[in-house]
């Protein structure tokens, strides 16, 4: 099974609007860290937000914002004000347990932001 | 933040050569480093964890031989792809952890490096 998963392979939003990307993930382990990240055409990987499954309230950076819902295994990232700049993939990964432990990616939304 | 560098950038290679990648932790000492590999429009799947002073941790498929990885310093580790060939082309990025970092759970990224072989 998947552990991560993100059904929505493209997504457009006008500049100035809002949008959620959308994040499923799978694990047993009671502690665990969910992560998004940035990716332009350039290729780098930009962190954006993270939350821990231990986290009483969900995690904000500036625009953007993880929408944790536990019960549901849904880490969804919403981000506020869409700009030009944002149009990039954006992935969503987990990290199980603690500790040195490396992500697990999901497939990846490639968002698109339209003035 | 914490830097992570790689080098090169891009290579092109030929068919049958190795080529050896390069990830460093600029600013810190990472005793753990993580190569992942990204084909165009997918995302990325981790090849190995690279251990400072100690045989690197493959994922299943991923031939040992051929891609080998040394962790020979706290702020270096290296990827050689050995005869290499086409279907070797692809995105290879490193990440490492700072564990005396503010944000424990942070890790961060290498810029890439974009293997062609031709």
């Known amino acids: 099974a998947q552990k991560i998963t993100q059904t929505q392979p493209g997504m457009f939003v006008q500049e100035k609007e809002a949008v959620t990307l959308d994040c499923t993930y799978d694990?047993?382990?009671?502690?665990?860290?969910l992560f998004w990240y940035k990716q332009p055409s350039s290729g780098e990987m930009i962190f954006l937000i993270y939350?821990?499954?231990?986290?009483?309230q969900n995690a904000t950076e500036g625009r953007y914002s993880l929408n944790f819902q536990k019960a549901r295994k849904s880490a969804n990232l919403v981000i506020s004000a869409s700009q030009l700049g944002d149009s990039a993939m954006y992935f969503c990964?987990?990290?199980?347990?603690?500790?040195?432990?490396?992500?697990?990616f999901g497939s990846g939304t490639r968002l698109q932001v339209q003035p | 933040g914490a830097v992570v560098s790689q080098h090169p950038s891009w290579v092109i290679c030929k068919s049958g050569t190795s080529v050896k990648i390069e990830c460093r932790s600029l600013d810190f000492q990472a005793t753990t480093m993580f190569w992942y590999r990204q084909f165009p429009k997918q995302s990325l799947m981790l090849m190995a964890t690279s251990n400072e002073g100690s045989k690197a941790t493959y994922e299943q498929g991923v031939e040992k031989d051929k891609f080998l990885i040394n962790h020979a310093s706290l702020t270096l580790s290296t990827l050689t792809v050995t005869s290499a060939h086409p279907e070797d082309s692809s995105f290879y990025i490193c990440?490492?952890?700072?564990?005396?970092?503010?944000?424990?759970?942070?890790?961060?990224f290498g810029p890439g490096t974009r293997l062609t072989v031709t």
């Open positions: 694990t047993s382990d009671p502690s665990y860290g």
């Open positions: 939350q821990g499954s231990y986290d009483q």
């Open positions: 990964a987990m990290r199980e347990g603690t500790g040195r432990r490396a992500l697990t």
């Open positions: 990440s490492a952890r700072d564990p005396s970092g503010r944000a424990l759970y942070e890790q961060y």
